[in-house]
């Protein structure tokens, strides 16, 4: 299955509180939630030379997953707000980096801040070591409540999946919910939507009836985004149809 390109990595959930004996089942899903069915599926890609970026996805192998339930969207920054209110938690980002994480970085890469995307004024090299700080860098100040440097801000973003969180800030979002994220094998069963063998979540072509059916980057990666699926970033959440199982933004979008 063949990934479209997205911006920044966010959150979807799993309703697993391990301190609760309450078995769910599909007939009492917890609210805004989805009962995925569990399933041996097919994962991984054929080497194929039209579609790049598939190395990590080989070799082709058959995987078995319990079933699950999956919230039906990615977590918004109104969510997000909420968590923090509740419990006055600092994302990684808002609180600085590590030297002993990142022996490497250089000191100013250590501060409060995140990755941006900033895209090239010219066609870049896609490939090779190190090729994709062509297209994203380290912003001071940069954070889920300013998503593109300390200038920017949330207004009119409360229904955008919230961006700048680590696998930390993710999982600790997750415990306060009640809920933990899904395993690789669990959210790729989840994103197919029941399909098998198909290059995108929806079939076969990128753009079939020459409709998008996802938030990705259109026109020339990275420097020239046209915005033509009808957004240059992000989207609001449910701005595209959902997949076969119910569930939003498994392809493009914010993953």
């Known amino acids: 299955m ?8 966010t959150i979807s959930l799993l309703n697993a509180n391990p301190e609760s004996k309450e078995i769910t089942t599909e007939d009492k899903a917890p609210k805004g939630m989805v009962w995925i069915e569990g399933a ?34 990615e977590v918004t920054n109104a969510q997000f707000r909420d968590f923090v209110d509740a419990t006055d938690y600092k994302t990684q980002a808002e609180r600085g980096w590590s030297k002993k994480d990142f022996p490497k970085a250089p000191p100013e890469a250590l501060k409060p801040g995140g990755i941006v995307f900033s895209g090239p004024s010219k066609a870049v090299e896609l ?17 889920w409540k300013h998503p593109s440097g300390p200038k920017s801000n949330l207004d ?34 989840a994103a197919r939507g029941g399909n098998e063998g198909l290059d995108y979540i929806w079939g076969n072509s990128p753009k079939p009836g020459k409709k998008w059916l996802a938030n990705v980057f259109t026109g020339e990666f990275p420097h020239n985004d046209t915005g033509e699926d009808g957004f240059k970033g992000t989207a609001p959440i449910k701005s595209f149809p959902p997949n076969g199982f119910g ?9």
Request: glycine fraction near 8%; include cysteine.
């Open 2 to 9: 063949n990934r479209l390109l997205c911006i920044i990595p």
């Open 40 to 73: 041996s599926y097919t994962r991984g890609t054929k080497e194929n030379p039209n579609i790049p970026f598939n190395d990590e996805e080989r070799p082709v192998h058959k995987v078995t997953v319990s079933g699950f339930y999956l919230d039906e969207h």
């Open 127 to 143: 490939r090779g070591q190190g090729a994709e700080w062509q297209w994203w860098q380290f912003k001071e100040g940069a954070s």
């Open 156 to 189: 009119g973003m409360e229904n955008y999946p919230v961006v700048c969180v680590t696998w930390e800030d993710a999982n600790a979002y997750c415990k306060w919910a009640g809920k933990r994220l899904p395993t690789e094998a669990e959210w790729e069963l």
């Open 247 to 255: 569930l939003y933004d498994m392809a493009g979008e914010a993953l």
